[in-house]
């Protein structure tokens, strides 16, 4: 529906004849569809290696893999169960500091970790695209490389740029009371690259926040 956006059957427009999908046959309509795709092995990995991507390494492993594949389909399809099993494996934890934060896991988490005030739209879009992802507009449809990706000889100076300016609206945060007094440095995943000064210093959260270790995960 284009002025909902909720999905609609046109019921008249549908082909009702047999038609072979994935080497079953039959009169299939969309849910069926859907059904036909969630029988496949190759569903439940390919989601699970891309949530593990994500969370855990960019070389999935292929035992991991099988696992939570065999949990997503024996839970219906959760990915709540999914992700419980991924945060409970060792690889998970030593994995810590490994991964470089997307442009958006950078843009949210600064606005969270520092109490700030939510930028104009354009902004963040703008932020976003010059940090190499630009929202709703992937590259096709594989969606974004990620990993090293994110960082480039173009990217990294717009990293700076916007880290530098989100310091600014952090130091603001500081000094009207709206961040809690406590140790920042409980935001890095690994330890920092250089020694941060005393947090009343101009340029502390400067320091902070442009770091590697405020930019891994």
């Not at 072979?20 to 390919?46: K, M, V, Y």
């Not at 005030?117 to 974004?144: D, I, M, T």
């Not at 530098?164 to 890095?188: C, N």
């Amino acid at each position: 529906n284009g002025r909902t956006d909720e999905y609609l059957f046109k019921a008249r427009r549908h082909d009702t004849g047999e038609k072979t999908i994935l080497g079953q046959s039959g009169n299939f309509g969309p849910d069926d569809i859907a059904d036909l795709l969630l029988d496949q092995d190759a569903t439940a990995r390919f989601v699970c290696t891309k949530l593990y991507r994500e969370f855990v390494s960019l070389e999935p492993d292929e035992d991991a893999i099988a696992s939570l594949a065999e949990t997503f389909r024996t839970s219906n399809y959760d990915i709540k169960a999914v992700l419980t099993e991924i945060f409970m494996l060792d690889a998970f934890y030593a994995s810590r500091g490994r991964l470089i934060k997307s442009p958006v896991d950078l843009m949210v988490g600064a606005v969270r970790d520092f109490s700030l005030p939510r930028l104009p739209k354009n902004k963040h879009r703008n932020f976003s695209r010059n940090l190499g992802q630009n929202l709703f507009a992937p590259p096709s449809v594989r969606g974004w490389v990620g990993g090293t990706s994110w960082y480039t000889t173009a990217t990294l100076p717009y990293r700076q740029v916007f880290l530098i300016q989100y310091s600014d609206e952090a130091e603001d945060a500081l000094e009207s009371g709206a961040l809690p007094g406590v140790d920042l440095t409980q935001l890095y995943a690994v330890d920092p690259v250089g020694d941060l000064p005393a947090l009343d210093h101009h340029r502390y959260f400067d320091l902070l926040m442009i770091d590697p270790a405020y930019q891994v995960k």
